[in-house]
Each structure stands twice: as C-alpha cells, then as structure tokens.
C-alpha cells in the first residue's frame, strides 16, 4: 500500500514557477513508476508526465513539454515537478499517481492517487 501526498501548490502569475512535491509513506518507493496528472475544472484527468523507477526515463504531455520537469529522490521517496512559464491554462488541481507497471500516459495505468494540489495562473 502506497499513500502520496502532493504539496506547494498555489497561486502564481502568469511567466511564473512553481515545484509540486509528492511524498510517499511506502517503503518500496522505487518500485514505482511515478506520473502527474492534472484536473482543470468541468473537464478530464489529464496526463502530464511520468517517469520510470528509477529516474533514467520521463515523458510529458506535449503541453508542457519544455516547461515542466519530473525529478524524483527515492532516498526521500519524493517525486518532484517543477513548473516553469506557467500560463493561465495550467490552472488545475495536480495529482501525482504510482503505478507498479512501466510509464504511461494513461490514468488506468496507475494504482495510488494523491488527494490533489491546487494550481492556479492568474494572467
């Protein structure tokens, strides 16, 4: 069992940056493969970026692609985004997810949800 909990969420203007946190009380950490996901009011789940158990892989929705980066420091079972030159349409509530199996895009994919961090751009 895996328990996520995503922090340094905000409000931040438009050009801005941010780095979201999520961090695991399980002790098998690098096992998982880790993604964010991101919820903007009235629409899906989306995809934002994933990276393998070990860090050697990432990949992201070609949204931000460029723009946000995933790390990870599985001493400190912590996954990392940061966010840079936000713009008004990242505004979401931002989920990090494990997933036992390999990277993916794909919100089935994974096994263990974060309750959420809000994001907000103001322009």
């Known amino acids: 069992q895996v328990q996520l909990v995503e922090s340094g969420g905000g409000l931040v203007q438009a050009g801005g940056s941010l780095r979201l946190s999520c961090a695991s009380s399980g002790r098998t950490f690098s096992t998982y493969t880790m993604g964010w996901f991101r919820q903007a009011p009235g629409k899906e789940r989306d995809f934002v970026g994933t990276?393998?158990?070990?860090?050697?892989?990432?990949y992201y929705a070609a949204s931000v692609k460029g723009r946000f980066t995933i790390s990870r420091d599985n001493a400190k079972h912590t996954v990392y985004l940061q966010m840079n030159s936000l713009k008004s349409e990242d505004t979401a509530v931002y989920y990090c997810?494990?997933?036992?199996?390999?990277?993916?895009?794909?919100?089935?994919?994974?096994?263990?949800w974060g309750p959420g961090t809000q994001v907000t751009v103001s322009s």
């Open positions: 990276i393998s158990r070990y860090g050697a892989t990432t």
């Open positions: 997810a494990a997933a036992t199996s390999g990277t993916s895009s794909v919100v089935a994919a994974y096994d263990y």
